[in-house]
């Protein structure tokens, strides 16, 4: 069975910081991504990793804020969020793409992250 497993959400204050992790396990990934969805928005991408060469992209609203990285022999990707602001409050979402998927085909349950101002 294929699960990814988020955690580290939270509330915390403007300008805080919060560590996401998505553990995945029942298979590995060709790459792994965060989304968010604040209430009444659509779903958005915010960044994602390719598994092998680590390559990264990010949306234009966390560049330079958020970073994601992973742990190959956790099998585990991380979103680590700097100066959030109350914009970022939302759920967060892991999500993983097979090798000859074009999408992202396993999703996990969310994570709620609120920033206060």
């Known amino acids: 069975q294929v699960q990814l497993v988020e955690s580290g959400g939270g509330l915390v204050q403007a300008g805080g910081s919060l560590r996401l992790s998505c553990a995945a396990s029942?298979?590995?990934?060709?790459?792994m991504g965060w989304f968010r969805q604040a209430p009444g928005k659509e779903r958005e991408f915010v960044a994602s990793?390719?598994?092998?060469?680590?390559?990264?992209r990010y949306a234009d609203s966390v560049k330079d804020r958020f970073t994601i990285s992973r742990d190959n022999a956790k099998n585990t990707a991380y979103l680590q969020m700097n100066s959030l602001n109350p914009e970022d409050t939302a759920v967060y979402y892991c999500a993983g793409r097979t090798v000859a998927a074009v999408i992202y085909n396993y999703w996990g349950q969310g994570t709620q992250v609120t920033v206060s101002s």
């Open positions: 029942g298979r590995t990934f060709n790459a």
């Open positions: 990793i390719r598994w092998g060469n680590g390559n990264t």
